[in-house]
């Protein structure tokens, strides 16, 4: 077996050097970093991750809590994070605390007993206090989708209310007047960012604020078809439905095919997230384009440089969505 002795003396450095250069360290000079990594290309070391765990003092591992380990929203936010930190050979640890406040709490402890060395939060059940808490025990923590003033530079949030106002602004501008709303749960800020961005549109355009068009349903699938039928049913006249996920504009367009009204035709659809799935829907969806790559590798990013000593005022913040105009809503203008 190869050892790190002998990678040090084919590259002719220190055995420190290799060291800092497996564990990226930002001392070693690109020189030597290239040097490190081809000797250990040619003679096929296989670093040993326990050693370097004692070696480091760490355990090389980073921990996630997300609300659900399925769906098109914390999947792909799981697949990023992990592909960032693995490429500095750290590991990830998820766990999910199903959106229930004493399995997020259980989920923080499991990830601790593990010593993992930073940690990539998702809570809407988790108060500021408890994450402060969780940021003083791990102070190599990044909170996504979710802001607290005093750990501002360790927040990545989307503009989830101006999202809701660009989505209302679009159907208005296509002269959509009655336009109905299904939320996500109205206990995630997220839903309630959403549901906020709607009124200001409406407020914005001059079009009165009927909570009569506005229905609570789900971010994931259950129940979201009985809601729009709730929707439909109170009010004939809606031309217009924004829908704060696409799993709920999945679910309205079901509905609609069961009373045969045509999506871009007898009725206009706007969805939120921009899900892999949203463009190839009949029409394709006109939907919010949420940026969750982007946001998971900030957030992976945001744990390694306050591992590293680096400074995290590089990192992206504040992001914003983008609307992806389809063919789900018709121009009634035209």
Do not use: W
Request: with cysteine.
């Amino acid at each position: 077996m190869i050892t790190i002795k002998e990678v040090a003396e084919f590259a002719n450095v220190s055995q420190s050097t290799v060291s800092r250069a497996l564990n990226g360290h930002a001392s070693v000079k690109e020189k030597n970093r290239v040097k490190v990594f081809d000797a250990i290309e040619k003679l096929g070391y296989q670093p040993n991750a326990f050693a370097q765990a004692l070696a480091s003092n760490r355990s090389l591992s980073i921990g996630m809590l997300v609300g659900t380990l399925d769906g098109p929203y914390f999947g792909p936010l799981m697949h990023h994070v992990e592909k960032v930190v693995r490429q500095k050979n750290y590991h990830l640890i998820i766990t999910s605390g199903h959106e229930k406040y004493d399995e997020e709490q259980e989920s923080i402890r499991f990830l601790n007993a593990k010593k993992i060395d930073g940690l990539v939060l998702t809570s809407d059940m988790l108060t500021d206090a408890d994450i402060l808490k969780i940021v003083e025990k791990t102070p190599a923590t990044m909170l996504m989708n979710r802001y607290i003033p005093e750990i501002s530079d360790q927040c990545i949030c989307m503009d989830n209310e101006l999202g809701g106002y660009i989505a209302t602004e679009y159907l208005i501008q296509n002269g959509h007047r009655r336009i109905g709303c299904i939320t996500g749960q109205l206990s995630k800020i997220d839903s309630r960012e959403r549901l906020q961005g709607y009124r200001n549109a409406l407020e914005k355009y001059g079009i009165e604020y009927d909570q009569n068009l506005v229905v609570e349903g789900r971010f994931d699938h259950d129940g979201n078809d009985l809601a729009v039928r709730r929707l439909l049913d109170r009010d004939s006249s809606i031309t217009g439905i924004f829908c704060l996920n696409d799993s709920i504009a999945l679910a309205a367009y079901g509905v609609c095919h069961e009373r045969k009204l045509i999506v871009g035709e007898d009725i206009s659809i706007v969805g939120f997230d921009n899900h892999a799935y949203s463009q190839y829907m009949t029409p394709s969806l006109s939907t919010i384009n949420f940026p969750l790559e982007e946001m998971a590798s900030e957030a992976a990013k945001g744990v390694l440089n306050i591992l590293d000593g680096k400074p995290i005022d590089a990192i992206k913040s504040r992001l914003f969505p983008t609307l992806m105009a389809r063919g789900s809503v018709k121009n009634l203008n035209a």
